[in-house]
């Protein structure tokens, strides 16, 4: 079946670090999705990137759909960036997101 | 637009009890899914809509949980009978298109089972 590798699983960051969140699949995907997941447990959409260079203020996700990976960057960490990220993709027959285990990013001062 | 809503948010029951999840879409959306998340799995895919139809019924989870998609603004998940290792948060999620479209969760339901 589908499998997601993200990686690290853990990150800790001095605020005003840059950070790169890779995540890697073993089938070929249809769409992925970059997902903040809060202390409460609510997801929250950061990208919806089936391919390409996608920007969101200090996030930028890459999507290289023929070498089956994605990354997620943040640049110029801030405190409020920690929490869970999680990479979820769809495979071809479009049945559900695969999710990672996330990384779980700490920022501080 | 109101998003993906999901009620009740917290849920404890005992052993054996039946419990039933609700979720709303985002109006006008024609998939629906239902995720389960716990520490040592992760988020994994229980149930798949797609204009009211089951295309995905969760292979492993089949034999306690049902989900049922009553109409297109309305889906019930139900666990019969509950065990404690079903303690987990219960994610519901839409998107707009026909199979491979962005995703939008609502805030899930945080079971317990004692």
């Known amino acids: 079946g589908q499998q997601v590798q993200q990686s690290p699983a853990s990150l800790v960051l001095q605020e005003g670090e840059n950070a790169e969140l890779q995540c890697n699949f073993s089938?070929?995907?249809?769409?992925m999705q970059w997902f903040y997941q809060r202390p409460e447990g609510s997801l929250v959409s950061l990208f919806y990137n089936p391919s390409g260079t996608k920007q969101s203020g200090r996030l930028t996700s890459t999507t290289v759909i023929k070498e089956r990976r994605s990354s997620l960057h943040i640049s110029s960490s801030q405190i409020t960036d920690s929490g869970t990220y999680l990479c979820?993709?769809?495979?071809?027959?479009?049945?559900?997101?695969?999710f990672g285990l996330g990384t779980r990013v700490s920022v501080f001062p | 637009d109101a998003g993906v809503t999901q009620t009740p948010r917290h849920e404890v029951a005992e052993k054996g009890q039946t419990i039933i999840l609700k979720c709303e879409p985002v109006?006008?959306?024609?998939?629906l899914f239902w995720y389960r998340q716990t520490k040592i799995q992760g988020l994994e895919l229980l149930s798949y809509f797609r204009s009211k139809s089951l295309m995905e019924d969760g292979g492993a989870f089949k034999d306690r949980f049902k989900a049922e998609m009553l109409n297109s603004s309305f889906s019930t998940l139900k666990i019969q009978p509950t065990e404690p290792k079903d303690s987990a948060v219960y994610l519901c999620?839409?998107?707009?298109?026909?199979?491979?479209?962005?995703?939008?969760f609502g805030p899930g339901t945080r079971l317990t089972v004692l």
């Open positions: 979820a993709m769809e495979g071809n027959y479009a049945q559900g997101l695969t």
């Open positions: 999620a839409s998107s707009g298109t026909g199979g491979g479209g962005e995703q939008y």
């Open positions: 089938t070929s995907l249809n769409s």
């Open positions: 109006s006008g959306h024609n998939d």
